[in-house]
């Protein structure tokens, strides 16, 4: 994503840039009307499983909007890494919506800083900014319209009451980010009217709507949990691919399938309907089932994790090699290779550009990869300023001399050619500046070494026995060494891949 004022590099191209809430007795906030909070309508549809759909769609419908298609093409981590974009929406949701006010506040405030890096324009030259607040109201609008969509499709629309209320907390959620209640429209009326209009004359057959309806699904990579076991992962992805795309594109309202031309298959309203009613039974089951920060964190969790989960992890994978097996004699899919087990070991430069270099998935190397990796350090290490400007400026810094060094024919941007035929320059100052401003911004107590708790939160896992020292310790001199060694020297690693390569 890009940088917008002073920070911004110079020379980057154009634009680029339920019911399973708590069954505790109502808190005294929920009792006075707060629109956040465990008793919340948006806390019973956190946990509900049909939200899982409903959000697919919510995202598509924002795609639609020009503004928004542009600055997902440009910047966002949506094809390459959309496991990594879901965690962290559904961990900024949660702080949003939950009932500590410094936090909603902190989270609010991350979030300003990171629209305020997104501005540009799209292929026609038309300017686009994460910051406008008409921009902003209509992905709170596809967040309320989705929630009650996803109730009338499973057979249980909500209330005028519910609805209202679901309304006032979507709107709480606006005015919590700054931009105020008036950029929806005040009553619940009057919103329909404005979602109307919105569907019929605003909205677009955006290239962001068509990758993630025809593109994200069919290719879809392998969360952390089923890495390594590709055969499985393309097996599942095969036959519920094309069932999330049907059901979506039929649950899109049907002047904006007409005007964008959606296909209209037969059957697909018989199937939407079904899929709902059925994820929704789901609800039935125990609340600590369907948990999503459970859920989410279980598809980060890596077998040679040191939380207990790891060891069910472990013979869960185990399974899984087994039932990979069996898919290979029995069905069509080619042989395909998972990533090389172990630390140190070598991969292609092709690879490299591909896994941890290109972020947003296009093809190419420029800034806003380098912005998607500070915003991801960003928010696992959870910065406040100014230390989460300190981390955007070093990979700012870092970007000027990587395009000065491999942008051989001056467009802007460095493709998978460039960066192989000048690979060595990667190692320059500039990147051994990001590795110190990394490494200070993880040392959260300043005492130079990176500890247990401090390593955790950056690789979200315990201590590996290749980087601590006879105290426990991660020092600045082997930190910066062995991320050096990583990005520069395009060596796998058991602690760095995750941080940067994962999906």
Not at 175 to 181: E, F, I, R, S
Not at 265 to 287: H, K, N
Not at 433 to 454: H, S, W
Request: hydrophobic letters at 40%.
């Amino acid at each position: 994503m890009t940088d917008t004022g002073s920070s911004r590099p110079r020379g980057t191209r154009p634009g680029a840039t339920g019911h399973h809430g708590d069954r505790a007795r109502p808190t005294p906030e929920a009792q006075s009307g707060s629109p956040f909070g465990p008793d919340s309508q948006f806390h019973r549809f956190f946990n509900d499983p049909r939200w899982a759909l409903a959000m697919v769609r919510a995202t598509v419908l924002e795609a639609a909007h020009p503004q928004i298609g542009a600055a997902l093409i440009d910047n966002s981590t949506f094809v390459a890494h959309p496991w990594r974009r879901l965690r962290n929406t559904l961990v900024s949701l949660q702080r949003m919506f939950g009932t500590d006010d410094n936090e909603r506040q902190r989270e609010a405030a991350r979030l300003n800083r990171l629209h305020a890096r997104l501005s540009g324009t799209d292929t026609q030259d038309r300017p686009y900014d994460a910051m406008d607040p008409q921009v902003r109201a209509w992905v709170v609008a596809t967040l309320f319209e989705s929630s009650v969509t996803m109730c009338r499709l499973s057979g249980q629309p909500l209330d005028q009451t519910s609805m209202e209320r679901l309304y006032a907390e979507y709107q709480a959620f606006l005015a919590a980010l700054g931009d105020g209640v008036g950029h929806l429209p005040p009553t619940l009326q009057e919103f329909w009217q404005y979602y109307d209009h919105m569907v019929q004359e605003e909205l677009e057959d955006t290239e962001a709507l068509r990758i993630i309806l025809y593109k994200l699904f069919d290719h879809l990579p392998a969360p952390p949990l089923l890495d390594g076991l590709p055969t499985v992962w393309a097996a599942g992805r095969a036959l519920a691919g094309p069932v999330i795309g049907t059901i979506t594109v039929a649950s899109l309202p049907e002047p904006f399938r007409r005007r964008a031309g959606l296909p209209e298959i037969p059957g697909a309203q018989t199937l939407m309907q079904s899929v709902y009613v059925a994820v929704g039974l789901a609800r039935f089951l125990p609340d600590n089932w369907l948990r999503a920060e459970g859920l989410t964190s279980l598809l980060y969790l890596s077998s040679d994790s040191d939380v207990p989960q790891a060891a069910t992890l472990t013979a869960l994978r185990g399974r899984m090699k087994q039932a990979g097996a069996l898919f290979r004699l029995v069905t069509p899919f080619g042989v395909q290779h998972g990533p090389a087990e172990g630390t140190g070991s070598q991969r292609s430069a092709d690879e490299f550009f591909t896994a941890v270099l290109d972020q947003t998935g296009d093809g190419y190397l420029d800034w806003p990869d380098l912005a998607a990796m500070a915003r991801e350090l960003s928010s696992r290490l959870d910065l406040d300023e100014p230390e989460e400007t300190r981390l955007y400026h070093a990979y700012a810094e870092w970007w000027r001399e990587l395009q000065a060094a491999l942008d051989i024919d001056g467009d802007g941007r460095i493709s998978k050619e460039e960066y192989a035929a000048a690979v060595p320059s990667l190692a320059g100052p500039a990147l051994i500046r990001v590795a110190e401003v990394l490494f200070d911004v993880t040392d959260a107590d300043g005492n130079q070494f990176i500890d247990a708790d401090e390593y955790r939160a950056l690789f979200r896992t315990g201590f590996r026995r290749t980087v601590a020292d006879a105290d426990a310790r991660y020092s600045r001199s082997a930190f910066v060494k062995d991320f050096l060694s990583f990005m520069s020297g395009r060596r796998r690693s058991t602690a760095y891949d995750p941080l940067l390569a994962d999906a």
